[in-house]
């Protein structure tokens, strides 16, 4: 994957996050950002995408992730759970973005982001949904 679309990634956590926690409309969010932040090297269309679309199904997302976690959605970490949600969104909605490579982005995110241990968390949840989303992706390169 390229840098640009791994920035894009990182400024859609943050935006999504904004979203998240304020409720605020992502048009307002997505004009503010792109002012506030550098965004010369960011892969834009990917970032509108994620941006745009990950709130546009979130019921959708959240219906993979509630099932797999042991805890209330509620009691997730919020930059975590927005992580989930791109991950999620990766994997349901961008084919031609290798499972492996949407699980290890999310990775990265939860890191860079989230709590001291969430990383393994995401890793573990992300995992799980792709076995279900993914199958036949997963089935052919244990193949290989």
Do not use: C
């Not at 805890?71 to 084919?95: N, W």
């Not at 001291?116 to 199958?135: C, M, Q, T």
């Amino acid at each position: 994957m390229s840098k640009a679309r791994s920035l894009a990634r990182k400024r859609a956590v943050q935006a999504l996050y904004m979203w998240q926690m304020t409720g605020q409309n992502i048009s307002d969010i997505d004009q503010q950002f792109v002012l506030e932040n550098d965004m010369d090297k960011v892969d834009m269309e990917y970032f509108h995408e994620l941006l745009h679309r990950v709130p546009a199904v979130v019921d959708e997302l959240d219906t993979h992730i509630e099932p797999v976690l042991d805890r209330p959605l509620a009691e997730l970490d919020p930059v975590e759970y927005t992580v989930m949600r791109i991950g999620v969104y990766e994997l349901q909605f961008r084919l031609d973005i290798p499972y492996k490579v949407a699980i290890n982005e999310a990775v990265k995110l939860a890191k860079t982001y989230g709590a001291e241990e969430g990383h393994k968390y995401v890793n573990s949840i992300l995992d799980h949904i792709a076995r279900k989303l993914r199958a036949v992706e997963i089935k052919a390169a244990a193949n290989k």
